[in-house]
């Protein structure tokens, strides 16, 4: 079975997410979007709601498990057997910021590999911490996230 890791914090997953989750998961059995917690970074959304979010965006596709993690993403790899890490890849600088954490996770753990899947052109400049500050202000989201997010962003204080 071809079991890969789609890892992010998700703080709020963007319409980029979801179309390299949707344009990957054809390629293995089962992906898991791994929500990522890091107690040193500051979230906007607490994890219970990006988890929730994420599930009511692909809550019927029985390929896709959400679930989080702490640690080392590659260990939670070995965790859930799973041995494809999902990358995606907007700009140069992602490709480079993105090269380097894959040699060092390969050398960690040899045999899971990353898979880096370029996004579209037009998501190329649509990124999680550009929404996260749109939001914060009081901005219209809309064309950035999934339309399942919205009932749960419009309900959280920012």
């Keep these: 079975m071809k079991i890969a890791l789609f890892p992010g914090s998700f703080d709020p997953i963007t319409i ?52 989080t993690y702490e640690g080392l993403t590659v260990k939670f ?41 370029l996004s579209k052109p037009g998501y190329s400049s649509i990124s999680s911490t550009i929404v996260r500050d749109i939001l914060r202000y009081g901005g219209e989201v809309e064309k950035f996230v999934p339309p399942a997010a919205i009932p749960f962003l419009k309900s959280c204080q920012f």
């Design 77 to 117: 790899c070995k965790e859930i057997n799973a041995k494809y890490m999902i990358r995606g890849i907007r700009t140069v600088s992602d490709f480079e910021y993105e090269k380097a954490i894959a040699q060092m996770n390969h050398a960690l753990v040899p045999d899971i590999e990353s898979i880096f899947i």
């Design 16 to 67: 980029a997410h979801v179309d390299i989750l949707e344009r990957s998961v054809s390629l293995f059995d089962k992906v898991f979007v791994g929500i990522g917690l890091n107690s040193n970074k500051k979230s906007l959304l607490d994890a219970q709601t990006r988890l929730e979010i994420i599930k009511a965006v692909f809550g019927n596709n029985e390929k896709i498990e959400v679930i």
